[in-house]
């Protein structure tokens, strides 16, 4: 009994550690990286219509859209909401976590710039 205790510890441990993890990684058919330093981040990414990821998160961005959009994001606690969005808007996207998919007609892409945390000097 107190092996199937410590085995759902540890799988609800890793639930946790896994909403936290990078896009890149956890979903490396929609994120790429066009570029990093020690400032930013820049992400290209492009879901086709009705494709999905993963929850992941993101520091605080900007976003630059590429086509319009029609994306349902998926919150850690369960909520969702759908936004639109046209190409050629810039967005500032404070850090979050998220699930996002494509719930519009055609390809949606956008590239993210991840701010990161201010470089000692």
């Known amino acids: 009994m107190r092996r199937m ?3 759902l510890l ?28 020690d400032q930013v981040r820049v992400l290209h990414i492009i879901y ?3 494709e999905k990821s993963v929850m992941h998160e993101h520091p605080d961005s900007v976003a630059v859209l590429l086509t319009d959009q029609r994306v349902k994001f998926t919150f850690p ?3 969702s909401e759908v936004e639109d969005a046209k190409a050629k808007d810039a967005l500032w996207i404070e850090s979050n ?8 007609t055609g390809p949606f892409e956008v590239i ?3 701010l990161k945390s201010a470089s000692k000097k």
């Open 112 to 114: 993210l710039v991840e």
């Open 48 to 50: 086709a219509p009705g």
């Open 77 to 79: 606690d369960g909520a």
């Open 10 to 37: 540890f799988l609800a441990l890793a639930a946790g550690v896994a909403l936290a993890q990078d896009p890149v990684k956890m979903d490396p058919k929609h994120y790429h990286v066009m570029f990093e330093n």
């Open 5 to 7: 205790a410590l085995l």
């Open 97 to 104: 976590k998220h699930l996002p998919e494509n719930v519009g």
